[in-house]
């Protein structure tokens, strides 16, 4: 049975069923690549993956991203509840890093290597709420007006998770684990060119905090002007999970965030992290901007 492939009530994404990503052949894995270039968003209904299938399926994209948390682990769980079955306090780093990620974002853009895709299959769901919306950068760059991509074409802006976490009370302990900040923090361009497709997007988020060559307000101005513009409908899709449901996007060309919800409950989502080509995705840091295995953050278009 061939895979049925049904776009979403967006300009980005589609649900692919008839599909067991646990036991794919080369002909079904070459649907699934091509659909993931093409939407930038997959929903697979209903597979139930164990880790193992699900690492398996992730590395059909590529190399695994170093986890932070465990350097050994090639997926974890994101989840407000701990190992012996409580829940995570307001008060504790865990349960604040959750927090930030309901702002728009893109995956580890704040470390040299930035990730290629992300994938997330839900095991235990909250009764409401705890979506995860996507929104499509290539639309918003596209429907941007000609004024608006003239002036920002050429910027870049730096990216770190220490600003974005500290915009909501968040001080994240310092550590390259964490990536970098102050004006060491990676320089990657506000018009990113997709390395497969060639379509160009924005790459922004809430990661994205000061670009050189102007004023830190009016930079924050402009990005927020461009965050409100692009996750906007029709570019944006939210996610209602199921138990079992698979969902991965493409961090290159989109953004996503988490949805509020009852954090009294358990939500427990396994993740696994595909990292970016060092060819498209790597850009220098201030710390390390001379290493010569680094690619200038002007290749990363």
């Not at 927090?99 to 974002?105: F, L």
């Not at 580890?108 to 909250?126: C, D, G, R």
């Not at 427990?268 to 001379?290: F, N, W």
Request: proline share 6%; aromatic share 8%.
């Amino acid at each position: 049975m061939q895979p049925t492939i049904t776009p979403l009530d967006a300009t980005l994404g589609a649900s692919i069923t008839d599909i067991d990503l646990a036991n794919l052949n080369e002909d079904t894995w070459a649907i699934v690549e091509d659909a993931f270039h093409e939407y930038a968003a997959l929903v697979f209904p209903e597979q139930n993956l164990t880790d193992e299938a699900q690492i398996a399926f992730a590395n059909r994209f590529g190399d695994m991203e170093i986890l932070r948390d465990d350097p050994n682990a090639k997926a974890v769980n994101i989840t407000n509840q701990k190992p012996d079955g409580s829940i995570l306090q307001p008060d504790e780093h865990r349960y604040q890093a959750l927090r930030g990620n309901e702002g728009w974002h893109t995956d580890s853009s704040y470390m040299p290597l930035a990730a290629k895709a992300s994938i997330l299959a839900a095991l235990t769901v909250p009764s409401a709420g705890g979506e995860t919306a996507v929104a499509d950068m290539r639309a918003a760059y596209d429907d941007l007006d000609q004024d608006m991509k003239d002036r920002i074409e050429g910027l870049s802006a730096h990216h770190s998770l220490y600003q974005s976490q500290a915009k909501i009370g968040h001080i994240v302990e310092t550590g390259a684990g964490y990536g970098y900040h102050d004006k060491g923090a990676p320089l990657r361009p506000l018009v990113n060119i997709h390395p497969v497709t060639g379509r160009k997007s924005l790459f922004i988020g809430r990661h994205a905090y000061s670009i050189p060559g102007m004023d830190d307000g009016e930079a924050q101005e402009l990005l927020d002007e461009l965050l409100d513009f692009a996750c906007q409908p029709p570019r944006t899709y939210f996610h209602s999970w199921r138990p079992g449901d698979v969902f991965m996007w493409d961090n290159r060309c989109t953004l996503h965030a988490a949805r509020p919800y009852d954090y009294g409950e358990a939500r427990i989502m396994r993740h696994t992290r595909i990292a970016g080509d060092p060819v498209s995705e790597l850009v220098a840091t201030g710390r390390d901007a001379r290493a010569a295995d680094f690619v200038p953050s002007s290749t990363n278009r």
